[in-house]
C-alpha cells in the first residue's frame, strides 16, 4: 500500500526537477541567445532542487553569460564534493 505513494513521490519530484532544469535553460537561452550544449547538459545532469532554484534565480539576476557560468561551475564543483564525501 505504501509502494505506490512512493513512487508517485519520487515522480513528483523528478517531474518538478525536469520542470526547473526546463525554465533554467529557457531563460538562460533567452537572456543569452547562443548556449552551449555543455552548458545544456550539464544543467540537465542536477538533480538537486535546491541547486536548480539557486541556478534560476541566478540565471534571471546575472549580468552576462560568463557570470552565469561561474555560478554553475560552483554549483557543479559543491555537488561533486557532496558526492565524493558521501
Known amino acids: 500500500m505504501n509502494q505506490p505513494i512512493k513512487i508517485e513521490g519520487l515522480s513528483k519530484q523528478q517531474e ?3 520542470k526547473t532544469r526546463a525554465n533554467v535553460i529557457q531563460i538562460v537561452q533567452t537572456r543569452f541567445k547562443q548556449v552551449p550544449e555543455q552548458v545544456i547538459q550539464d544543467i540537465n545532469t542536477i538533480d538537486n532542487q ?5 541556478l534560476f534565480t541566478n540565471s534571471i539576476i546575472v549580468a552576462d553569460f560568463e557570470d552565469f557560468q561561474k555560478v554553475l561551475l560552483s ?4 555537488l561533486q564534493d557532496n558526492h565524493l564525501s558521501r
Do not use: C, R
Not at 535546491?50 to 539557486?54: A, H, W
Not at 554549483?75 to 559543491?78: D, I
Open 16 to 18: 518538478k526537477l525536469k
Open 75 to 78: 554549483a557543479n564543483a559543491k
Open 50 to 54: 535546491s541547486v536548480l532554484e539557486m
